[in-house]
């Protein structure tokens, strides 16, 4: 962490801002709620791409990470972070190559498998160089995204078992489909239906391959639901940490209008530019700060503003005021929570730390742009 001393109202915008305070409190409360239910915690980065919020979900408990992408894992291991599993299936020959360079430099690296030539070539590969690795079989548990539905899952693990250098050590079943559903019973009911057949796949690999221990799955909107599903050993959530107007527009287990579990820690600052029209005044942040998914962005700073935000093209928003008062003059910075934080957070080089008005340092989003 580098050292400035700035107030929050001195930063340049539009810039990205992690609030300390709310940031600790998320995390310990997922920590904790893992805890409580003897589940371990492997929280998933590429939501934050930042390996120094990696570290602090370490040092909060967390047994390793999640990464999406190979580029992801070589940026972390780089970092010094070890305990990875990747979650979607690596294929090519030479993405595997660079996977298994990488396994030569964190042996407890990890990735997910659902396909018969996949295994083949993971395996053929390991070989050559004389290495073995941990794999998850990833069973698709209705996302239709990546994996083998629990159907054609055990033939899958028998053919990961037959292969000398992988080793099965479970499975991966995340339910993404579920994640936003906005009425936390309807939710509660799809996600525990759902995870059903994953739950008896791994039964049935775990009476035969005693090593099969883990299963990864859930997100951050059925965090407290899946706790109830004993089979799983460890929960893979990503967006607690910063949270979203996405998931903060769901239901949740004490109040079905909104979801309370978590705060938003993560914040877009940007500056109104122009305001020389009635109804609407012009900010700094366009589709290039902000991404446009799940929903829109939340005025929060001034407070109780009735402020809305809208994009206006590449580089500029439009703030609408919807009581019909007075609206912001040039150089006032508004502070928004994001509409997605993952693709949000992917297009900007840092975090600015703050503790209420302070800034006190900056961390690098040094995994943006690793998607390969
Ligand atoms: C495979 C996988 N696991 C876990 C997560 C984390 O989910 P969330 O951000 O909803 O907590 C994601 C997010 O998309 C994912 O794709």
Redesign the pocket.
Known sequence: MTTTMKCKSDLDTPCLVLDMDILEQNLQKMQAAADGAGKNLR??V??HKCSSLARKQIEAGAIGV?V?KVSEAESLVKAGLDNILI??PVVTPGKIERLIDLLGLSANLMV?VDHPGNIELLDTALYTKGLSMGVLLDVDVGSN??GVRPTDAMALAGQIVSRQQLHLRGI?A?A?HV??IRSYDTRKHTSHECLQGAARVFREIRAGVPTCTIF????????DIDLAVTEISEL?????ACMDTE?LNIGSADDDTRFAAFAPALRLLTTVISANHKGFVTVDAGLKSLYKDGGKPQVIVPEDSALAYDWFGDEYGRITSTDNSELPSPGTVLELITSH??PTINLFDKFYLTRGTEVIGTWPIDLRGCCQ
Do not use: L, M
């Open positions: 929280p998933h590429k939501t999640c999406a979650t979607g997910v995204r990546t991966q995340y993404g994640q936003h990864s799955a859930s997100g951050t909107g059925t965090f893979q959530v990503g967006s607690y998931y934080c993952d």
